[in-house]
């Protein structure tokens, strides 16, 4: 069976290697032609003898998935659709801004969290992506940026997995695909440079802190337990004080960061005041600047039965953080035209775990009136 290279982090190209009888220092020239160069045949790769690269030609490839399709946006944006077989198809979106370039890339076919908001929630989910899966959205992006923008140096500044799925849930195919991105013969992306978002697996948390420690984005969307055990059921397993917690642990490794905050807004659901004023305190429970918070209008699809909050509403909610001293910022959307905002990756999945069934059965939130503390609510997994 042919490898495919794109399997491999450089530890275990090296391994490759000298099982086929070639010196560990050959994986390094290779994992360069394959990532910093982005070059595909063997035969092309110069400094590789011909023997090993003739060798490497009839056991290996270099390939990504095969792309459905690609779709650019009038601000630029760019979002692909890949093939990931068995009927699944993923998502990858390049953000491009002044100072950096941002690419979004999914862990999952789907996801099995089910956040309420979340389009891709609503899909269920189907596997998880290998770590090859995960570097051939990055490999695939950068050289075709490279080749679109006619540019020899990086694109790619930033990677947030952001897109499909839950990447904690996925931990063991996450870690060497972050290690590809990290490494200097890679990708060579400072880990301030790559964010793994979750929606607050906390064993996971404190595993990532130990393994690779990289920016972190925490999906909070609520100010107490009663609503997020609604919009993120995995609240309903790791309360705030837990998630929180796990927040300042992780913290302790990963020095002079912070945590970003996801806060998707949702009409009359978690934007009032109040909201804001219980964030603030549970935020200022800890000491120091320690959290940020970013601010995502939500894109409305008719499966959540959810509204935008207005624009006036987004921005007092804003400025009441912003006024208690919590760094907040209101997320640009982008790419709507292609539907690549956030939120709006659905890709195309063959749910295997029933939760777009579930989903379609819990229509209604019930918004509780704000408490200051967990204590009255019941816990319940359903
Ligand atoms: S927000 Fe993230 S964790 Fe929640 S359902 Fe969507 S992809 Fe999954």
Not at 84 to 98: A, K, L, Q, S
Not at 336 to 361: H, N, P, S, W
């Amino acid at each position: 069976m042919t490898v495919n290279l794109l399997d491999f982090d450089l530890e275990s190209l090296a391994v490759y290697c000298e099982r086929l009888g070639e010196k560990r220092f050959r994986a390094v020239q290779l994992f360069r032609w394959i990532h910093q160069k982005g070059v595909q045949k063997f035969e092309d790769m110069s400094d590789l003898a011909k023997s090993f690269r003739e060798k490497l030609g009839g056991l290996a490839c270099i390939k990504a998935m095969p792309v459905v399709s690609q779709h650019i946006s009038i601000d630029g944006t760019i979002k692909w659709l890949f093939d990931v077989g068995d009927g699944n198809v993923i998502e990858t979106v390049f953000i491009p801004e002044d100072d950096r370039g941002t690419l979004c890339v999914s862990s999952q076919a789907g996801c099995a969290v089910g956040c309420r908001f979340c389009s891709t929630g609503h899909q269920g989910f189907s596997r998880n992506l290998t770590s090859g899966e995960i570097v051939a959205q990055l490999w695939y992006a950068e050289h075709f940026l490279r080749n679109y923008l006619h540019r020899d140096e990086r694109v790619i500044s930033n990677v947030v997995m952001m897109g499909m799925g839950e990447p904690l849930q996925n931990y063991s195919e996450l870690v060497p695909a972050l290690k590809v991105m990290l490494d200097d013969h890679g990708y060579g992306l400072s880990r301030r440079r790559v964010t793994v978002s979750t929606s607050g697996i906390v064993p996971m948390m404190d595993r990532l802190s130990q393994d690779c420690p990289v920016a972190l984005a925490v999906s909070l969307h609520a100010p107490n337990d009663a609503l997020r055990d609604q919009l993120v059921p995995l609240n309903l397993k790791y309360p705030l004080s837990q998630l929180i917690a796990a927040c300042h642990r992780y913290l302790a490794f990963a020095p002079r960061d912070f945590i970003t905050f996801e806060y998707c807004m949702l009409d009359g659901v978690n934007d009032t005041d109040a909201c804001a004023q219980q964030l603030i305190q549970r935020i200022k429970a800890h000491p120091g600047a320690w959290c940020k918070f970013n601010l995502i209008p939500f894109n409305p699809f008719p499966a959540s039965g959810l509204l935008c909050s207005k624009p006036d509403r987004v921005q007092s909610f804003a400025r009441i953080l912003n006024d208690a001293g919590i760094i907040t910022t209101v997320r640009k959307t982008r790419g709507d035209d292609i539907d690549a905002a956030c939120g709006q990756l659905a890709g195309d999945v063959k749910d295997r775990t029933r939760v777009a069934d579930r989903m379609a059965r819990q229509r209604t939130i019930h918004i509780h009136p704000v408490v200051s503390e967990d204590s009255t609510h019941k816990r319940s997994l359903q």
